[in-house]
C-alpha cells in the first residue's frame, strides 16, 4: 500500500493536493477536519461535541479522532490501494495510535508530506477561504491564531515522530498550486 500523510498548518493546502494526489494514485483520501464537519452538519451527537473544539481552534480529543480513523480503516482497508491523510494525526499520541492500527493491518505509513507554508500566508489563505467555504472557524483572526499556536504546541511532534523513522519530506509550500503538485509528485515517485 501507499499510505502517505499530507502535513503542515492549517491553511497549507493539504486539502486542495490531497485532491489532485487522489487523481493520480488512486488512494482514498481521509480528511479527519471534513469527517468532523459533516458529522457536525449532520448533527450528530459526535458533530455537537467536536463543535466547541472546531469554534475555539481547539484539538478535539486524540479519542475522538482516532476512533474515527479506525473505523474508516476497517471499512476500506480491502479496497483501496493506499490512503492519504489529511489533517491528522495532529498529536504524538495519534500518530503512535495511526501507526499501531496500520500495524494491526499488516501495512504501515510509506512517508510524510509536509507542505511549509509561513504563518503571514497561512493567515492570509484562511481569511481568502473563509469568503466563500462557510466555515466559522475560517472567519475568526483569534480561532486561525489558535489554530496556528495549537499546531506549533501540537502537531510539530508528529513531525518529530517521523523524522526520527527517516519518514518525513518537508516540501515548499508557497508555490502555485501546480508547482506544489509538481514537488508532491516528485517526492512520491522517489519513494
Ligand atoms: O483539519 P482541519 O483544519 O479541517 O480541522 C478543522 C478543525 O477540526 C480543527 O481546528 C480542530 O478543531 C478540528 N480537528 C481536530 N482534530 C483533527 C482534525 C480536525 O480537532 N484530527
Ligand atoms: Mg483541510
Not at 37 to 57: F, M, Q, V
Amino acid at each position: 500500500m501507499l499510505n502517505l500523510i499530507l502535513f503542515g498548518p492549517p491553511g497549507s493546502g493539504k486539502g486542495t493536493q490531497a485532491i489532485k494526489l487522489v487523481e493520480k494514485y488512486h488512494l482514498l483520501h481521509i480528511s479527519t477536519g471534513d469527517l468532523l464537519r459533516s458529522e457536525l452538519k449532520a448533527g450528530t451527537p459526535l458533530g455537537l461535541e467536536a463543535k466547541k473544539y472546531i469554534n475555539k481552534g481547539e484539538l478535539v480529543p486524540d479519542e475522538v479522532v482516532i476512533g474515527m480513523i479506525s473505523s474508516q480503516l476497517d471499512q476500506n482497508i480491502d479496497k483501496v490501494k493506499g490512503f492519504i491523510f489529511d489533517g491528522f494525526p495532529r498529536t504524538r499520541a495519534q500518530a503512535e495510535a495511526l501507526d499501531k492500527l496500520l500495524d494491526f493491518k499488516n501495512t504501515s505509513i510509506s512517508q510524510v508530506l509536509a507542505l511549509d507554508v509561513s504563518e503571514d500566508e497561512v493567515v492570509a489563505r484562511i481569511l481568502n477561504r473563509g469568503k466563500t467555504s462557510g466555515r466559522s472557524d475560517d472567519n475568526d483572526q483569534e480561532i486561525i491564531k489558535n489554530r496556528f499556536q495549537v499546531y506549533l504546541n501540537e502537531t510539530t511532534a508528529v513531525a518529530e515522530h517521523y523524522r526520527e523513522v527517516n519518514k518525513f519530506t518537508a516540501i515548499p509550500g508557497e508555490g502555485s498550486i501546480d508547482e506544489v503538485f509538481e514537488a508532491l509528485q516528485n517526492a512520491i515517485d522517489t519513494l
